[in-house]
């Protein structure tokens, strides 16, 4: 079964200027047949919900590497829900400044809405859950056209 591509929105956090981390990701997500909008860096938690709200992603990718993921990334996806957005939302890259994965702080994303958590940029994870989530979604059915027959005028 060929699976479907998924239209995803990436984006950086709020307080992460690096740009390297989206064109690799666009580009890996691209050469695997997905759709790809890259909001760049330095993203206010405005601006994501705004740009989700118009254009209703399939997925949302949300990528830092400055360290402040965990911080950004659970107030980006609470502002996400907040909205009552229900779509897919996953937070990856270097997310904190210990060096080490930080299990409290995963757990907080995932209780705040995140649907997966992806410390040090475990883009194979991400890979997987991208390609279970594209089997899984189905593509919407088109509405049929309305007909109207006028009526006779007698």
Not at 12 to 33: C, I, K, M, P, Q
Not at 72 to 85: E, K, Q, W
Request: proline fraction near 6%.
């Amino acid at each position: 079964m060929r699976r479907r591509s998924l239209t995803i929105l990436l984006t950086g956090t709020a307080s992460d200027s690096h740009t390297w981390n989206l064109v690799y990701l666009r580009l890996f997500l691209e050469e695997r047949g997905h759709r790809v909008r890259c909001l760049g860096p330095c993203v206010p938690d405005e601006l994501l919900v705004a740009a989700c709200t118009e254009s209703a992603p399939e997925l949302v990718v949300i990528s830092s590497v400055n360290g402040h993921g965990y911080r950004d990334g659970l107030s980006a996806v609470r502002s996400l829900r907040s909205a009552g957005l229900g779509l897919p939302v996953v937070v990856g890259g270097k997310l904190g400044v210990a060096g080490r994965t930080d299990p409290a702080q995963r757990a907080l994303l995932l209780e705040a809405g995140c649907d997966a958590v992806f410390d040090d940029g475990d883009v194979e994870a991400l890979r997987v859950f991208a390609a279970d989530l594209a089997s899984a979604v189905r593509p919407p059915v088109p509405a049929l056209p309305r007909i109207v027959v006028p009526r006779a005028v007698a």
